[in-house]
């Protein structure tokens, strides 16, 4: 399902979009993305979370993988942003590490994954550096492409009235593949939370034939923060990914409505049907409660 950053990984250069903040500090004096990559110390690609970006807030998620195939894994990782490889960076930020999955979950190719937020209000082709800080120094570049349009629902956009199976109609065996269901996030459809009007949460993906090394266990994440119980209006609802749950038959027409370029996907919704915060790739349990509290609670 992860397309758009497959084919980003057959060029090396990652096209790419995972929190930390972002900050527009100018460094007129600082030399060219280029010659801060090729520094002394190792220099990888990044491998990306994401990929599906419009003007305005960009969440990008990332792995760096060393030249041995090993994860790097440190607490943060310093950004920097230029318009090209040749230009000077026009701004410099922080990725934060966000861990992948709950206690219990089923394993993923990687236990965290760095996270962060930039602010790029045109569409283009921005480069980027990451740099872990700590430890033996890598390098890792790529490219974040921002389209003019985002090809999933964007902040503010409507969401689809699809009318997504619940426990009315169908079985949890049938309804998901997860090892061990959470019976509630079957209990509401996307179009009954729209027409109640009240807020909700929907997660797309497929626990069990999830291919990308970075989608981790998401459905189990939205879980946990379903449990915590923020806001007691708010529903939580899972869409499994493939027709009949069989990756042969294709996409269902539930992930068509939505215009899912890529899985999984987890969605923030307001009471008035538009969406607030979105998140493609994994999402980390203190990533998507902060956003709940944040959109969500009256």
Same mark, same amino acid.
């Given at each position: ?26 460094? =007129? ?12 110390? $190792? ?11 419009? =003007?305005?807030?960009? &969440? ?50 990687? $236990?965290?994954? %760095? ?33 003019? &349009?985002?090809?999933? =629902? ?7 009235? @699809? ?14 593949? @997860? ?16 027409? /109640?009007?009240?807020? %909700?949460?929907?997660? %797309? ?6 291919? @990308? ?16 119980? +923020? /806001? ?8 499994? +990914? ?10 269902? &027409? ?17 009471? /008035?049907?538009?969406?607030? /915060? ?21």
């Amino acid at each position: 399902m992860l397309r758009a950053a497959a084919l980003g990984l057959a060029a090396c250069f990652i096209a790419s979009g995972c929190g930390g903040s972002s900050s527009t500090k100018e460094e =007129p004096d600082a030399p060219t993305l280029e010659n801060l990559w090729r520094a002394p110390g $190792e220099d990888v690609a990044i491998t990306p979370g994401s990929a599906d970006f419009g =003007p305005g807030v960009v &969440r990008l998620t990332f792995l760096i993988i060393d030249g041995q195939g090993g994860l790097v894994t440190r607490p943060t990782a310093r950004i920097w942003l230029a318009r090209g490889l040749q230009e000077r960076p026009f701004a410099q930020t922080t990725a934060r590490l966000e861990k992948i999955g709950v206690a219990g979950s089923d394993p993923a190719d990687a $236990e965290a994954i %760095f996270v962060t937020n930039l602010q790029l209000q045109e569409p283009g082709t921005y480069w980027l550096l990451a740099e872990p800080v700590g430890g033996r120094k890598v390098q890792a570049v790529g490219t974040v492409v921002v389209k003019e &349009r985002t090809a999933a =629902p964007d902040f503010g956009a409507a969401a689809p009235k @699809s009318q997504t199976p619940t426990l009315a109609t169908a079985t949890l065996d049938v309804l998901s593949t @997860s090892r061990q269901p959470d019976p509630e996030l079957y209990r509401s459809s996307v179009a009954d939370a729209l027409a /109640d009007r009240v807020p %909700f949460v929907v997660v %797309f993906a497929t626990p069990k034939y999830c291919a @990308s090394r970075t989608c981790g266990p998401v459905v189990d994440v939205v879980s946990t923060v379903r449990r915590e119980r +923020i /806001d007691p209006r708010t529903r939580f609802i899972h869409v499994e +990914i493939y027709e009949d749950n069989d990756p042969t038959q294709g996409e269902n &027409r539930w992930v068509k409505e939505w215009k899912l370029p890529s899985e999984p996907w987890v969605f923030v919704v307001g009471a /008035d049907g538009k969406v607030r /915060d979105r998140f493609e790739g994994t999402v980390s349990v203190r990533e998507l409660g902060a956003s709940v509290r944040k959109h969500l609670v009256r």
